[in-house]
Each structure stands twice: as structure tokens, then as C-alpha cells.
């Protein structure tokens, strides 16, 4: 199993995140602490989502062969329920390529369980392996829980020589869209300058030249689901989605750097898009999420390769995946 930690705050959007990535709305969203329990979802390419809820000695205590996001919401809510392995589709993975399993647990400012925070610095500090995807809010990108996570990342980014350890740690500045309204009141910032005031920190914590994603996960997410919302709400996103389309400051793929060969994909992608006239596909790449998808595709190989070197007696070296808020 190929682990990736997502770590932040809480309201930063860890959940929508993962959501987006899922194409579906399993996971709790809201203005408040979504989640309350650590919740691990391995990808088995199976697009019937299924759960098992376990106590603080990993305890089955509930199981679901179809767990919906009403079934995630109330055993949020069971003080007797520590963690939740979800298991189904992963959909911008393939288990015959690799395995990949997501970790998303509460924030690090998660009062009611600080646990949580500890949990969460050390890994950063001391894991060598896992991707960890950083996730920060658009709109609230200053403060001290915040600042802590830089400290230990920083620890963990400076304390190697090797390139690859380094490029482990991806920066995702999620709700990029809700900055578009003082954008637009204010003719002289851009995008590019409210992304530069947002990375500035990093720098204070000797991150130089940090792997930066902007992304509109909750965009993202309503236009996977287009198909499954209603005709009203259908006609009440369009409107958002050709904005996007048709103004390319905010194409937020633009801000953020692939490898060649995955760039080429997203290139072919946004082409064939534009000759089908699909706004919808278009929206989604511009939202930003096809390249994150991309970067942990491509890190997701390069330690595949690891694993098969790995391999030793007719077993497979695992490597953990975990995922955090």
C-alpha cells in the first residue's frame, strides 16, 4: 500500500479534498469539525463503498457493505467509534498499477482530541516515505497551528539531501475560488500575487521553492457530480463553470509544476475537452485537481518501483499510506 498523509487545519477542507478526489460526497463538509474519527479509504477499484468502524483497540464494532454519507455522519457522532477503514474507488488510481489508501483524520486544532495534533507532527517529522499533501485555506493561510506544521515539515525537508524526500511535500491551496470576487474588485492583484503572499510563510521556515497546488476542490466536486445533481442546481453551476472556462487568470492549473509526461496528459486532456466542447471537463481541469490527481499518480510510481525492488520471499514490502487534517 502506497500511503499519502493530508494534513491542516480544520475548515481548511481536508474532507472536500478527499471528496473531490473520490468524485463523491462521502465524507462530512461543513463550516464546523468534520471529522472526528480517523477515517483510512484504500483504494480496491470497486465502486460500491464499504466500512467498518472500530474502537480505540481496532475492535470492529459496525460494519457497512454500502456506507453512505448519513452512515459516515453518525458514526462520526459514536464516542465509541476511534476509526473508520473505508474500502472502494479511488477513481484516478488503478490497483493493478498500485495501491493507494488515503488517511484523513481530524485537524491539528481538533480540541476535543489534541492527540490528534501530536500524532500528526510527528509523523511529519519523522516519516521518510509517505507523500504528504499539505492542505491550505485560500482565505485564512495565517495561523499559529499553521505556522507549527511548517516548523515540522521544514525539520523533516531540511534534515535530508535527497531530492526525492523533498518533493514529497505538495502545498494544496484549496478554495482558490473564494479569492476571485477581491480579485475582481481590486484591478491591480492577481492571482499570482495572492499565491505569492500565501507561500511568503514558507520561506520564514527555510521552504524553499515549495511544490504549490491551487485548487477549488469544492468546484471540482460539484462538476464530477454535474450528472447526479438537479436540473436546477445543474443550471445554477453553469454559469460558474464558464466563468472559469473563459477567464484564464484563473485556470489554476497554470500555477502549479508536473513532471513533462504528466503535463502532456492534462495538455491532451484540456485539448480533446475543448474540441468535444465539454465545459464540463474543461471547468474541472482549470479547477485545478487533475494536476494534484497527476503529481500523486506520479509519485505513486516512482515508489511502486521501490515496492518491486522490494521484494523479498514471495511478499510485498508495505508502505504505509495515511492521509491527516
Do not use: W
Not at 47 to 65: E, Q, R, V
Not at 196 to 207: A, H, T
Not at 260 to 267: L, M, R
Request: hydrophobic share 35%.
Amino acid at each position: 500500500i502506497i500511503g499519502v498523509n493530508i494534513v491542516g487545519t480544520m475548515g481548511a477542507g481536508k474532507s472536500t479534498l478527499i471528496n473531490s478526489l473520490l468524485g463523491k460526497e462521502l465524507l462530512t463538509t461543513n463550516s464546523q469539525a468534520c471529522t472526528a474519527k480517523v477515517m483510512e479509504i484504500i483504494d480496491n477499484d470497486d465502486d460500491t463503498f464499504s466500512a467498518i468502524a472500530k474502537d480505540d483497540l481496532g475492535n470492529p464494532i459496525k460494519t457497512f457493505s454500502y456506507v453512505t454519507a448519513e452512515n459516515i455522519k453518525e458514526m462520526n457522532s459514536n464516542s465509541s467509534i476511534k476509526k473508520i477503514e473505508i474500502k472502494g474507488n479511488i477513481p484516478f488510481v488503478d490497483t493493478k498499477e498500485s495501491y493507494l489508501a488515503l488517511l484523513d483524520s481530524p485537524g491539528t486544532n481538533y480540541t476535543e482530541d489534541p492527540t490528534h495534533k501530536t500524532a500528526t507532527l510527528e509523523m511529519i517529522r519523522n516519516s521518510t516515505k509517505v507523500l504528504v499533501i499539505f492542505v491550505i485555506d485560500a482565505g485564512n493561510a495565517s495561523t499559529n497551528d499553521q505556522k507549527e506544521l511548517f516548523k515540522a515539515i521544514s525539520e523533516s525537508m531540511n534534515g535530508t539531501k535527497d531530492k526525492q524526500l523533498k518533493e514529497r511535500f505538495l502545498f494544496v491551496i484549496n478554495k482558490a475560488d473564494k479569492i476571485i470576487d477581491d480579485i475582481e474588485k481590486n484591478p491591480e492583484l492577481h492571482l499570482q500575487d495572492v499565491i505569492n503572499k500565501i507561500v511568503e510563510p514558507l520561506k520564514d521556515f527555510g521552504i524553499e521553492n515549495p511544490n504549490i497546488f491551487p485548487v477549488s476542490a469544492e468546484m471540482a466536486l460539484k462538476i464530477r457530480n454535474f450528472n447526479r445533481i438537479s436540473e436546477r442546481e445543474r443550471n445554477k453551476l453553469i454559469p460558474d463553470i464558464e466563468f472559469l472556462n473563459d477567464t484564464e487568470e484563473f485556470h489554476l492549473e497554470k500555477y502549479s509544476k508536473l513532471p513533462n509526461v504528466n503535463k502532456e496528459i492534462i495538455d491532451k486532456e484540456l485539448k480533446e475537452a475543448i474540441e468535444n466542447n465539454d465545459i464540463e471537463k474543461q471547468a474541472l481541469i482549470h479547477s485545478g485537481i487533475r494536476n494534484l490527481e497527476e503529481a500523486i499518480k506520479n509519485y505513486c510510481s516512482k515508489n511502486n518501483n521501490v515496492i518491486k525492488n522490494n521484494y523479498l520471499g514471495g511478499k510485498m514490502k508495505e508502505i504505509k499510506v495515511e492521509i491527516k487534517h
